[in-house]
């Protein structure tokens, strides 16, 4: 069966330190990946998606960046935190006409 | 480009009571699939109900049922029998058929349901 697991769960960072997130997934191959940031009570703002291995595309402009560097592996990162980069953000896998299978999410609080 | 719309910011609804969610989106293509998502207070995504655009039936599980009405755009979630375990926030998605590019998924800013014993 199809996984998809991501972490660490919860990150406290300074300003200006640097970020990295990752998410793998097991049990397909070639998976179209996502990056979501999430605002307290709010909706989903697409970050980045892949389409595959160092294919990434990017939705928002933003001190963020992905990389893919195998199949299964999508990571966001940043060089230097910002405030405003705190979020709960959510990487996410789409199984066709099932939809999406999200990760259970990293809250991100940056001080 | 897509939107979605869930015009209830905040719904509530008693126990075993029953409760709607409202949810339209604007779209030219005519194949999609459309979708609900619960998220509870633990923040995992959890996937509700799917429909797909050509279907005419209406798609249930359980005691979640949704109402499609393609001319008009709609597509609201009922949940039946409500229970204290359905409180958390109701996420309306679309996501087009056969895109090549990215199969991106449309949010709408979500409903959070309260249910009150």
């Known amino acids: 069966s199809q996984t998809i697991h991501q972490w660490p769960a919860t990150l406290v960072q300074p300003v200006g330190s640097p970020l990295s997130l990752e998410c793998t997934v097991e049990g397909t191959s070639n998976p179209n990946l996502y990056w979501y940031r999430q605002a307290a009570g709010r909706g989903l703002q697409l970050l980045f998606y892949s389409v595959g291995i160092g294919q990434i595309s990017s939705e928002v402009p933003q001190n963020l960046s992905a990389s893919r560097p195998q199949d299964r592996q999508f990571i966001l990162s940043s060089k230097k935190l910002l405030l405003s980069d705190s979020g709960f953000y959510l990487c996410a896998w789409v199984a066709g006409f099932r939809g999406y299978t999200f990760g259970s999410g990293t809250r991100l609080t940056v001080v | 480009a897509q939107t979605v719309t869930q015009s209830q910011p905040e719904m509530s609804v008693q126990e075993a009571e029953t409760v709607t969610l409202s949810c339209t989106y604007d779209?030219?293509?005519?194949?999609?699939?459309l979708f609900w998502y619960k998220q509870p207070p633990s923040r995992q995504m959890i996937l509700v109900i799917r429909?797909?655009?050509?279907?005419?039936q209406n798609a249930t599980e359980n005691r979640f049922s949704v109402n499609f009405q393609k001319a008009a755009k709609s597509f609201s979630l009922k949940i039946s029998d409500s229970q204290l375990g359905d409180a958390a926030m109701y996420f309306c998605?679309?996501?087009?058929?056969?895109?090549?590019?990215?199969?991106?998924?449309?949010f709408g800013e979500g409903t959070q349901l309260t249910v009150n014993p």
């Open positions: 429909q797909e655009a050509y279907k005419q």
């Open positions: 779209t030219s293509e005519s194949d999609y699939y």
């Open positions: 998605a679309y996501l087009p058929q056969g895109e090549t590019s990215g199969s991106r998924l449309t």
